[in-house]
């Protein structure tokens, strides 16, 4: 068997972290979504060389410390107001490379004002938005993304939409304004996903350095803890319950 | 060289002076007695001659977190409203001074409290002064007088802004905001170049993480409450230098007096009129006008006190509010009283004096 | 006939054991092991390394960016 033993060096080398990343270990539970989406960003970074020109902003949620595991300049910003923010750095600086990395509850429920708008404006930002239909951070409330009858700490007896109101698409919301340029909505749930999610980020980034508009792109996630469930059976959940209410694929552009 | 001279409006003075003295961005939101600001932005397009932005925004809450982000890149950014949209703010300016970052916002004050009203007010004083939103953090407020101050106080404010690395207001109100006097506007200065923000603003700004520095992060988020301790000791410490180096007042025949009125702003232009009927009746009145109400003329108040002046009237267009800094700076030395209107009535000179006569000179 | 054959390299410290990478390799060569790591997790480990053949599969899906994948051509 020996001769079939693959040596460690560097020309076998077939994948190996982002040098965007840090060596912090992330603060995600184990199996988070937002582990293998900030590998993806990173890896889309290194790819286009774009590391002195990119500037992140991520608000409050869990992912409020992105800031801490990627090797660029990030502005952390207030809950909702990533748009306004990231709107604010890539005006007066139109050189650099601005994204967004928000959740459901931010962008979607206390930042809309902010994301419809710049959307409207058609800012040239890239925008990465991930529903995992559950507020993270503040120990699983419910969010504007979260399904019919899906149980939370403050839907217990699962979401009525006589008492809360319905769960919405605001991909599909946003995608007829003329300012946005791209929509699609992928997952991280399997190799295959992982691949195309990373390659629309990285059409998002390419559409805002090229001035083409906004780009906005959906990540249909999990968050196993809120849901009460292990990672693997997170996934499989997801793929049951959320991608057939969330479809996946491109909605424009 | 000969200056250029204009009659020009408060408002659209912010507007001329923002673009001469370099500024990058200004991001707002229409709300009267203030929207002349962008709608003069607009019309003179800075964007074609010094790059200037201009946007407007969605929102107060859309604009003040613009200037968050643009003044994140070490840019001259600056924002103008009026009280509600102020109050609209006020999240993002505790952010931005727990990030450190410098901006300029102008408060053109009208009547409240709630959607109130558009005319003058100087109701605003605690939210501008007692720091206007939630945790320990101050702004440092200068209060214009005259249509000239509106055009110097931008270039002063932007200064100390980057200075200190804190968000600099202008409390100004309605009546400076409408009125029209001559100026004396200064030249055009330029903007800063990408190289001389990385130069200057090496430590912090987000210029994009380059080989030779860490990456830069703009945050006011800890979770150690010790380490957020040390923060807070350190802004402490910042409000202290400025506390010490940049109180700013006016003084209008303080020498001899027997009587002080102190006021700020618009009213304190009402006032000096006070202390020449004043002193026409036979009565040694002087008048102290803040001029940068954080850090507050403390000290000045305190050696009059000490001096021996019989009595202070703190007039303010509310309800009583820059009075409580007048008597702590007194310190029971003598009386202090407080006279004002509110709601967006204004005082007359006549009123204060009648005020002066019966709440300190002829108090019993 | 040439036969591509790989082999990943786990951070059994950065490992969070959530299993994630576990169902996503093609080949069923990996599995959590019984032994936990410094904050006791369950690392994931090869249990059948003949069988990987270098795809990173696992590696793009881990959120911790724990595998390093090294793979070779034999002819």
Excluded at chain 1, 37 to 53: C, P, R, S, T
Excluded at chain 2, 243 to 264: G, K, L, S
Excluded at chain 2, 326 to 349: I, K, T, W, Y
Aim: some cysteine; overall charge neutral.
């Amino acid at each position: 068997m020996a001769e079939f033993e693959v040596q460690i060096k560097e020309e076998n080398l077939a994948f190996r972290k982002s040098p965007i990343l840090t060596d912090k270990v992330m603060h995600y539970c184990p199996g988070c979504s937002h582990g293998t989406v900030h590998n993806l960003v990173a890896e889309v970074i290194e790819e286009l060389g774009i590391q002195d020109k990119t500037i992140g902003v991520s608000p409050v949620g869990c992912s409020v410390f992105a800031y801490n595991y990627l090797h660029i300049d990030w502005s952390q910003a207030a809950h909702g107001r990533a748009c306004a923010v990231a709107t604010g750095i890539k005006r007066t600086n139109p050189d650099k490379m601005v994204f967004t990395y928000q959740g459901d509850g931010d962008l979607a429920a206390i930042g809309t004002a902010e994301t419809i708008h710049a959307c409207n404006r058609g800012e040239n930002i890239a925008v990465i938005f991930i529903n995992n239909a559950i507020y993270g951070m503040t120990g699983g409330q419910m969010a504007p993304t979260t399904l019919i009858g899906m149980k939370t700490a403050t839907t217990p007896y699962g979401r009525d939409p006589k008492l809360n109101g319905f769960p919405y698409k605001i991909a599909d919301m946003i995608a007829p304004l003329p300012g946005v340029c791209y929509v699609t909505r992928q997952s991280v749930h399997t190799p295959a996903n992982v691949r195309k999610a990373k390659n629309a980020i990285k059409k998002a980034f390419q559409n805002a350095m090229a001035g083409k508009g906004l780009s906005f792109v959906e990540i249909v996630a999990t968050c196993n803890s809120g849901w009460k469930m292990s990672p693997v059976a997170a996934n499989k959940w997801m793929e049951e319950n959320c991608i057939p209410f969330y479809p996946l694929g491109d909605i424009k552009g | 060289m000969k200056k250029e001279v204009r009659l020009m409006k408060g408002n659209e003075v912010l507007a001329e002076a923002a673009i001469r003295c370099g500024a990058d961005g200004y991001f707002g939101y229409p709300i009267t007695p203030q929207s002349e600001v962008m709608e003069t932005l607009m019309e003179l397009k800075p964007w074609e001659t010094t790059g200037m932005v201009v946007l407007q925004a969605e929102s107060e809450i859309a604009a003040i977190n613009m200037v968050y982000g643009a003044a994140g890149t070490g840019k001259k950014v600056l924002t103008s409203s009026s009280s509600p949209g102020v109050s609209l703010m006020s999240e993002c300016f505790s952010y931005m001074a727990g990030a450190e970052l410098p901006c300029v916002v102008i408060n053109v004050t009208r009547g409240g409290p709630g959607l109130g009203t558009i005319q003058p007010s100087q109701s605003d004083y605690f939210q501008a002064t007692k720091g206007g939103a939630h945790g320990d953090f101050h702004f440092i407020v200068l209060a214009p007088a005259s249509v000239q101050d509106m055009h110097d106080f931008v270039f002063d404010a932007f200064d100390l802004a980057f200075k200190y690395r804190n968000p600099v207001m202008i409390l100004s109100d309605g009546v400076i905001g409408q009125m029209m006097e001559k100026v004396v506007l200064a030249d055009q200065r330029p903007r800063r170049t990408e190289a001389e923000i990385l130069a200057a603003e090496k430590d912090w700004a987000l210029t994009g993480k380059t080989a030779d520095r860490n990456e830069h992060i703009i945050t006011s988020l800890e979770l150690d409450p010790y380490a957020q301790e040390r923060f807070n000791n350190k802004l402490i410490e910042k409000y202290a230098r400025i506390r010490e180096n940049e109180v700013r007042y006016e003084e209008y025949m303080t020498e001899d007096a027997d009587y002080i009125i102190v006021a700020f702003g618009s009213a304190s232009r009402i006032c000096s009129m006070t202390v020449d009927m004043a002193r026409a009746a036979g009565h040694k009145v002087g008048l102290i006008r803040p001029v940068t109400l954080y850090p507050f003329p403390t000290k000045v108040l305190h050696e009059l006190a000490e001096r021996g002046v019989k009595g202070f009237l703190s007039a303010e267009l509310n309800h009583g509010q820059m009075v409580e800094d007048v008597r702590q700076a007194v310190n029971g030395l003598a009386p202090v009283e407080h006279f004002g209107r509110s709601g967006g009535a204004v005082f007359s000179p006549d009123e204060v004096y009648q005020a002066l006569l019966t709440k300190i000179i002829n108090r019993k | 006939m040439a036969k591509i054959k790989g082999t990943i390299i786990v951070d059994i410290e950065r490992c969070k054991g959530c299993g994630v990478c576990v169902p996503s390799c093609p080949s069923n060569v990996l599995a959590l092991s019984p032994h936990v790591n410094g904050k006791g997790y369950n690392y994931s480990y090869m249990a059948n390394p003949d069988a990987c053949i270098g795809c990173a599969s696992c590696a793009i899906m881990c959120p911790d960016s724990a595998i390093t994948v090294y793979k070779q051509k034999f002819e």
